[in-house]
């Protein structure tokens, strides 16, 4: 069945896409958090992919990236996206939520705190409470002293690449500048008080070189999670096997 096309609407000053199937399922929306630098472009395939399948889904940019606005981004805060998601959720109602990256950090802190979202999906996540260090996270320092000036933080398209792996050329020139304010957050992750008490399913990419599968797997057996690994990079939903994520994740949600 096709579905109708990716519709783009605002909650407030928050840009967002919404796929309606054509036939809905009579199960709950799923709403697409992006990371750091990204956009809800980035789940195009898999809002149309689950559409087709009778899923209604939304993905929002968040405040300062593509389309939604922001007065000062190096102002913003990793809490200050979670308010941006929880302002979405007040409007959608209950839905299962997916968090991408940085946005899978985001979600954790949303879902500890809403009791709207009923299943969370952490997909490369920015683990809570869980530190490492590889060398692509200590060659993201050197982005520091440029990022604390501007208070923003800016990919060479050299470093995206090494990054994150292998995604189509043109989805490199879309990324936009992230909060310094947002990176840091992340980089120290002081989040060890989240708890998660809804369902969490955890999804990764085995070549992931920035967030590591090891990672992943620790914050699975310590959460008790579902967990799922495919041959993938960080970006699960824009390299070529990106089918295979989303249909088991929608199995998941089906799952009582």
């Known amino acids: 069945m096709d579905a109708a096309p990716l519709q783009k609407i605002n909650v407030r000053t928050l840009s967002l896409t919404h796929a309606t199937p054509l036939q809905r399922s009579g199960t709950l929306p799923i709403l ?23 899923w209604e889904s939304y993905a929002l940019d968040l405040r300062g990236h593509n389309e939604s606005p922001c007065e000062d981004l190096s102002k913003v805060s990793v809490h200050d996206y979670a308010d941006d998601v929880l302002q979405v959720i007040r409007e959608i109602g209950p839905c299962y939520l997916l968090g991408h990256s940085m946005g899978g950090l985001v979600s954790q802190i949303v879902a500890s705190q809403s009791n709207e979202v009923k299943k969370l999906i952490s997909l490369a996540s920015a683990p809570r409470g869980t530190p490492f260090v590889n060398t692509y996270v200590l060659h993201m320092l050197t982005y520091a002293p440029r990022g604390l000036w501007r208070g923003t933080v800016v990919l060479t398209p050299k470093d995206t690449a090494r990054f994150f792996g292998r995604i189509p050329l043109e989805a490199t020139g879309r990324f936009v ?34 967030l590591p599968v090891s990672v992943q797997r620790k914050l699975a057996k310590r959460s008790a999670a579902e967990y799922a690994e495919f041959p993938s990079g960080h970006f699960l939903m824009l390299e070529e096997n990106w089918q295979d994520p989303i249909a088991s994740i929608l199995r998941w949600l089906e799952t009582p």
């Open 32 to 54: 697409f958090v992006h990371g750091a630098w990204g956009g809800k472009w980035q789940f195009e395939n898999w809002q149309r992919y689950a559409a087709e399948r009778d």
């Open 177 to 210: 500048p992230e909060s310094s304010r947002a990176a840091i957050d992340v980089a120290i992750n002081a989040f060890h008080k989240i708890t998660v008490r809804c369902p969490l399913m955890i999804v990764a990419g085995t070549y992931d070189r920035l």
